[in-house]
């Protein structure tokens, strides 16, 4: 049974860091892209950083240069460091893995396996 399971997230004010973690379980993906995703109440869910491939990483232009994402595959875990937040940035944070062959992929439709997600609350 895969499992993907957030922490990290909470209440911090602008221009304040979290460092969310995704830790999976039941399967190792050291060779699957994986991602973070937002959602904020009444909008859809959104795409906010993935790596693949030993180390490549993409972001969301809201999110480039303020966000890193990493992964340590001996955990096989994925984390999100959050600098410099803004209150834009409040949202249920998911992690995600994606099916093969979907390396790069923004798409949520491209991601089959998702955490329960964690929530994140920057205040002004």
């Known amino acids: 049974q895969v499992q993907l399971v957030e922490s990290g997230g909470g209440l911090v004010q602008a221009g304040g860091s979290l460092r969310l973690s995704c830790a999976a379980s039941g399967r190792t993906f050291s060779s699957y892209a994986m991602g973070w995703f937002h959602q904020a109440p009444g909008k859809e869910r959104d795409f906010v950083a993935i790596t693949w491939n030993g180390g490549r990483t993409y972001y969301a232009d809201s999110v480039k240069g303020r966000f890193t994402i990493s992964r340590d595959n001996a955990k096989n875990t994925v984390y999100l460091q959050m600098n410099s937040l803004k209150p834009e940035d409040t949202a249920v944070y998911y992690c995600?893995?994606?099916?093969?062959?979907?390396?790069?992929?923004?798409?949520?439709?491209?991601?089959?396996?998702w955490g329960q997600g964690t929530q994140v609350t920057v205040s002004s």
């Open positions: 995600a893995v994606a099916r093969y062959g979907r390396s790069g992929s923004t798409r949520t439709d491209d991601y089959n396996y």
